[in-house]
């Protein structure tokens, strides 16, 4: 039925608060650069305006562009400048709000075992990070970058879920075809799409995002076990 299985990352492998997570991301980062003359409230603003440019992204160019372009016209050209000390919140400071997240040993051994039994494995992250930033959190789940085929992060991606466009985007760089993918992802909205586009999904309900309280009973649904039993009955 599907020889790829594609992985969320953020409250599917790495169990999350997402909203917890998110307000520790952000009391660091603007921790990092109010030494730099950052205002932190108008710093939050500006990444939550740059990540809004980046899922409004029609695939004209990269996510990456789309961020800091918009950033760039909220605090100036020369602003652009300060990037690699973002970077270098990623591989320094980011680690502490890995206290937002906790361990789910049988998200790692799922996809070690789907990939021994044959499987293309790959991370359908939402690409509104840098790869510095996805590999970190990566780590935290107990896998590594090296684990995955293909990482979709906001150097590479010119879409965000829950766009369909950006699973076709994904498809496209494994040339593959969507009937033989399979999406994995705790948010109805934002994974769950993926079937307009010939994909078969199966929601991971650990974590569970379903902001329009969807009927979830219409997709193959649990945890990592459930999902190790459906893709044996449907290889």
Known sequence: ?????????????????????VKEYFKHLAQKLYPLGYDAGKLVDAIWSGTAAMVKNDGSRLNEDAFWGRFAEI???????????????????FEKARVRCWSNPAAAETVRALKAQGFRVALATNPIFPFVATGRRIGWT????EDFEYITTYENSCFCKPNPAYYSEITEKLKVDPAECLMV?????????????GMSVFLITDCLI???NKDISV???????DLLKYVEENK
């Open 75 to 93: 605090f100036g050209e020369e602003r652009l400048a300060d990037k690699p000390v973002f970077d270098e919140f990623y591989e320094n400071e």
């Open 1 to 21: 039925m599907f020889n790829t299985i594609l992985f969320d990352l953020d409250a599917t492998l790495l169990p999350m608060d997402q909203e917890a997570f």
């Open 185 to 197: 992802g705790n948010d109805v909205t934002e994974d769950m799409v993926a079937q307009k586009i």
């Open 219 to 225: 997709y193959p649904h649990g945890s990592f076990p």
């Open 142 to 145: 107990g896998l590594s970058p």
């Open 210 to 212: 379903n902001r329009e």
